[in-house]
């Protein structure tokens, strides 16, 4: 009673490899990266359920919208697990192969699913992750005014510690620079300006929201969570009900450690980060909070710092405990957590 597919998704097409459960045909082949072509497909099997699995890869938004809108079922599949399944013996990859795979696992009910987050919460995370995304390009853009002095010699202890503020802009003014240096910062903050223009009624709609937002409210009950990592650990982390323990949420996120176990070897490797680098972000800024004396986690990170741990990984340590407080901050709340701000 059902066709159980498997979408290989690119940006000009969409290789597909389809399962009908009753007689065992498989049917493959390809059509157009569009809605219109996915609604088209699923319209192939009329009165049938269908179930398709689609990789966790650019262009997903969209081909799990037109699949849902059509009748079908979207499976959202994580793209490291998927990869981790199909194992390390090196075979062809092509996107039958992928698209097959995919299939595969959802029939066999071993399809390592993302979550699909509701319309409201998508355009929080759009919006939430576009923030992080200036922040990252002002900071790259000072970064190589900074380098452009460096590399004319200009020693880095004589520059202000606050370079974009009134005093450090009249500062770069005055110091001697070749012309094509001079131009190179001069267009640096021309953009860092742009930025900031981009930046502040953004950053106040995020703020706005996480004050109003019931999850986002709950979350910065914690110590050195504030308004937009709040949103962001909200957005990112999503429905947690879908997570059976705190660790998983750790995991979702990236922040595990991984181990390497062979008989009684054992070797503690790097984080792995196969989650969400925004959410990384978000709870180890919130993490570095405990360094002050008034945080309830300093004695913690005190006592990691003794044990001969470098400031990051205590972060880090601190920064996996507030991931667990979080869960279970938002799992006590339920559907709540993400409900959507009402005028």
């Keep these: ?23 065992g045909e498989v049917t493959r082949g390809r059509i157009d990266s569009t809605r219109e072509a996915v609604s088209a497909w699923v319209e192939r099997f009329p009165g049938r359920q269908v179930q398709v699995a689609v990789e966790a890869c650019t262009g997903w938004l969209f081909v799990c919208e037109a699949l849902a809108e059509a ?19 090196r075979r062809a990859k092509t996107d ?70 009134g005093r450090g802009r009249a500062w770069l ?12 910062i001069t267009v640096a903050l021309a953009i860092i ?27 910065q009950a914690h110590f050195g969570i504030g308004a937009t990592t709040a949103l962001t650990i909200l957005c990112e982390l999503g429905d947690v009900s879908r997570l059976s323990a705190s660790r998983k949420a750790v995991r979702a996120v990236g922040l595990d450690v991984g181990v390497h176990r062979s008989d009684r070897r054992s070797r503690v490797g790097k984080l792995t980060k196969q989650g969400s680098p925004n959410a990384r972000w978000a709870l180890y800024e919130a993490a570095q909070s405990a360094c002050r004396r008034t945080s309830p986690d300093h004695a913690a990170y005190l006592a990691l710092k003794a044990r001969g741990l470098s400031h990051t990984r205590a972060s880090l340590t601190i920064a996996r405990k507030l991931t667990r407080r979080s869960f279970h901050t938002l799992r006590q709340l339920g559907p709540e957590a993400l409900a959507p701000v009402t005028d």
């Design 173 to 184: 003014a005055g110091v001697a620079l070749p012309d094509a240096a001079r131009e190179r």
């Design 71 to 89: 009748g079908a079922v979207p499976h959202l599949a994580e793209p490291a697990e998927v990869a981790a399944r199909r194992g390390s013996k």
């Design 193 to 219: 300006e742009a930025l900031d223009q981009q930046l502040a009624p953004l950053e106040r709609d995020l703020r706005a929201l996480a004050r109003r937002q019931t999850g986002c409210r709950a979350l």
């Design 96 to 165: 039958r192969a992928d698209a097959r795979h995919l299939r595969q696992l959802l029939a066999e009910g071993r399809l390592p699913e993302a979550w699909i987050p509701p319309a409201h919460v998508q355009q929080w995370r759009t919006r939430a992750r576009l923030r992080k995304t200036l922040v990252d390009e002002r900071g790259q853009w000072l970064q190589r005014i900074q380098a452009t002095l460096f590399h004319h010699g200009v020693p880095a202890g004589s520059v202000p510690e606050r370079l974009l503020s």
């Design 1 to 23: 009673m059902a066709i159980v597919a498997g979408y290989d998704v690119h940006r000009n097409q969409i290789t597909f490899d389809a399962l009908d459960t009753d007689s």
